[in-house]
Nanobody, 123 residues
Framework: QVQLVESGGGLVQAGGSLRLSCAAS????????MGWFRQAPGKEREFVAV????????TYADSVKGRFTISRDNAKYTVYLQMNSLNPEDTAVYFC????????????????WGQGTQVTVSS
């Protein structure tokens, strides 16, 4: 079992930045592919970013490429999502997830999910 707890969400103006964190507990963190997903009001949950266990390979959704950066600290059992140049379309609940398969773009690849953290970007 893996428990995931997100933090770092909040209200920010357009053009601003936020850094989300996801703290994990349970089995060996470095063995998991870690992903970030988001769900805006009235929309389905969508892929944002994913990182391999070693941290050497990442993939991003086109909508966030060049603005968001996913990283991880395996010693701290934590994965991060640095979000820059935020715009109102980034408003959503952000979830982190842990899985065992690559490329980690589909929600079906993830067995464990956090409760989510709200990000609101005002115009």
């Amino acid at each position: 079992q893996v428990q995931l707890v997100e933090s770092g969400g909040g209200l920010v103006q357009a053009g601003g930045s936020l850094r989300l964190s996801c703290a994990a507990s349970g089995r060996t963190f470095s063995s998991y592919v870690m992903g970030w997903f988001r769900q805006a009001p009235g929309k389905e949950r969508e892929f944002v970013a994913v990182i391999r266990g070693s941290g050497g390979t990442t993939t991003y959704a086109d909508s966030v490429k060049g603005r968001f950066t996913i990283s991880r600290d395996n010693a701290k059992y934590t994965v991060y999502l640095q979000m820059n140049s935020l715009n109102p379309e980034d408003t959503a609940v952000y979830f982190c997830a842990a899985g065992s398969t690559w490329p980690g773009i589909s929600q079906r690849e993830y067995a464990y999910w956090g409760q989510g953290t709200q990000v609101t970007v005002s115009s």
